[in-house]
């Protein structure tokens, strides 16, 4: 044992520690600071204004010894929210693998970075491993946690029945058995309707590229089994999410929560003695059709493991039927927080969640128990098509997901779902199409941040999902842009690891300048100066000054407004919700990598 957990250790350094290193560097040159597909494109981004002088850039070894590739800058460019002058750097005719630094002559030299294959496959492994160091009610011992790890927390064994969830058979006050799942963000609380559009974005994943998932090795305890470690995280997760359904009527809680936050304090010494403190709260509308979604998308995923997993695909589709009988006999049961609290006691004013329009979860949920079916009763029972939009997915806007799943099972539909499909070919290369325009114009040369709204809370997650987008377009239309679609989500995922107006890459743990203080309790309370590796940041917020009152922000420009500290919560925490996208997003790009030949 003692061996197993030496060497355990000794890989997980080597995997993660050794990519994150900080290197001296100019912080006018940004550009993604871990590498560079050798087909693919590559650009760096130089930010002020240069002199006649410095019109050039060279590629030289990380000694700057040896010039291996020069080149011009380009015009100047403005950026729209700054005002500051970029110049793009473009050396992806070099295709030699190596480790190299650009090189401004008379300003300075990046951060290193690699040329070669298989570049971003420790980003998607570190990202999807970010899930173990979520789990809630284990403990995590060293061989897999390396220097993180902790003691278990909120065994959510005794789990209390909220006054606003009581029912016949489960009287406010009673007791539940809810454990595992993930901690939802920086906090240590459960969130249905979060862990909806990360389930399904992880469960597309494996969906869309399954041999590749299956590479995807994040050493947890479940590794040794045949089941794809990607599918083994998901499971953790999926096994809480059917303790929240109440087995009496199908309808499914909306969160379990402690009344308030637990304080920056690791999970074993959160809350009181007896854990008895947490809440199952109302069901809701929205959760139980997250749920349905889910548990319908899980079945089929699942039923290729009926062996090593007997009945759980059956079970998955009979709470997803059942949720979706609730929710028709409830329609309109929105999550009120407020009112809630007006209402019962104790109040609860942990993530509400609220969403005061079901019609999208409506769409995802009759979509997926439709696909998995055949089933055309739940397909009828939703427009799906209410507009001409595509919105981007998000937690409280999940349409595009049932779009999503249409594209992908073309060939199991039955001949309603097809001619709608051809609708969604439509949809997903309008929308990529949106995304593409004018982006080769932009100061940083990437579709994220054409426009201020881009710069939200999760702002890095809305990177990495118009990425996603892409790629759907990419792999489902014919369009004459298909190959730019492939080159500007890979541009994305360019942004969040350094190119991009603040300079940081945001995945703790990979490149010269990374987020160090993310608000995340284990990594504020450990007592360990690297915070927990692969974990996306929220990222730059026009808005986070206001919204969180952290002092430090010394910028109110929209693509600026970031800080790294752990009060920062608006611009510098983590949720699952964002770590899933970037997940899929750099596992996508790693699986088509050869395609982006022909930049």
Same mark, same amino acid.
């Given at each position: ?16 520690? =050794? +990519? ?43 000694? &700057? ?58 980003? *998607? ?17 060293? &061989? ?42 920086? @906090? ?19 969906? @869309? ?6 590479? =995807? ?80 998308? *899980? ?82 029972? +939703? ?14 806007? +999940? ?24 609708? +969604? ?40 999902? &118009? ?133």
């Amino acid at each position: 044992m003692l061996k197993s957990l030496i060497i355990g250790t000794f890989l997980f350094f080597c995997q993660y520690r =050794l +990519v994150a290193q900080p290197q001296s560097g100019t912080e006018l040159i940004r550009l993604n600071q871990i590498g560079f597909y050798s087909n693919a494109p590559k650009i760096a981004v130089v930010v002020g204004a240069i002199g006649e002088a410095q019109g050039t850039f060279q590629i030289t070894t990380t000694d &700057q010894k040896k010039v291996v590739f020069s080149g011009p800058l380009s015009a100047a460019r403005t950026n729209p929210f700054s005002k500051k002058i970029t110049h793009i750097a473009d050396f992806s005719a070099l295709v030699t693998p190596g480790t190299y630094v650009v090189n401004i002559p008379g300003i300075g030299h990046s951060y290193p970075f690699t040329i070669g294959i298989n570049v971003h496959h420790a980003v *998607a492994t570190a990202a999807l491993k970010g899930f173990y160091y979520q789990r809630a009610s284990t403990a995590l011992p060293a &061989q897999f946690a390396g220097q993180w790890a902790r003691s278990s927390g909120h065994p959510d064994t005794k789990v209390l029945i909220h006054p606003s969830a009581a029912s016949v058979s489960r009287p406010a006050g009673s007791t539940i058995s809810s454990p595992r799942g993930w901690y939802d963000a920086g @906090d240590y609380n459960k969130y249905i309707v979060n862990s909806g559009i990360t389930m399904g974005t992880l469960l597309s994943l494996y969906e @869309d590229f399954p041999t590749f998932a299956k590479t =995807l090795k994040t050493n947890i305890p479940e590794s040794t089994n045949k089941i794809p470690d990607l599918l083994d995280e998901i499971l953790w997760n999926l096994r809480w999410m059917l303790t929240m359904q109440d087995p009496a009527d199908g309808g499914v809680y909306h969160k379990l929560t402690n009344p308030r936050f637990d304080g920056m304090v690791m999970p074993d010494k959160a809350g009181s003695p007896t854990r008895t403190d947490r809440y199952v709260v109302q069901k809701s509308i929205t959760a139980s059709l997250d749920f349905t979604a889910v548990m319908a998308q *899980a079945s089929r995923v699942f039923t290729a493991y009926n062996r090593e997993l007997p009945g759980l695909s059956d079970s998955c589709l009979s709470a997803a039927r059942n949720a979706w009988k609730w929710a028709e006999a409830n329609p309109n049961a929105l999550y009120k927080q407020t009112k809630m609290n007006d209402t019962f006691d104790p109040d609860v004013v942990t993530g509400s969640y609220e969403d005061r329009d079901a019609s999208d979860e409506w769409i995802w949920a009759a979509t997926e128990l439709y696909v998995t079916t055949n089933d055309e009763t739940y397909y009828n029972a +939703v427009n799906l098509f209410p507009d001409t939009k595509t919105p981007l997915p998000s937690w409280p806007q +999940v349409r595009t997901l049932a779009y999503y799943t249409l594209a992908r099972s073309g060939k199991t539909l039955t001949d309603a779902g097809k001619k709608d499909r051809l609708k +969604v070919m439509q949809h997903l290369r309008s929308a990529a199409d949106s995304l593409l325009s004018g982006a080769d114009k932009q100061a940083f040369q990437t579709v994220m941040g054409k426009s201020a709204n881009d710069f939200i809370w999760g702002s890095s997650a809305e990177a990495a999902n &118009q990425g996603i987008a892409l790629i759907q377009a990419y792999r489902y239309t014919d369009s004459p842009n298909r190959k730019a679609y492939l080159r500007y989500a890979l541009g994305n995922l360019d942004y969040l690891l350094g190119r991009n107006a603040v300079g940081y890459s945001f995945v703790t743990g990979f490149g010269a300048k990374t987020p160090m203080h993310p608000h995340h309790r284990p990594s504020i309370a450990d007592g360990i100066a690297e915070p927990i590796p692969g974990l996306l940041s929220g990222g730059t917020n026009a808005n986070a000054a206001r919204q969180d009152k952290c002092t430090g922000y010394t910028s109110t420009v929209a693509d600026e407004v970031y800080l790294d500290a752990d009060c920062s919560y608006a611009s510098n925490e983590i949720a699952i919700n964002w770590n899933a996208p970037l997940v899929y997003l750099a596992a996508a790009l790693e699986a088509l990598q050869k395609n982006l030949t022909g930049y």
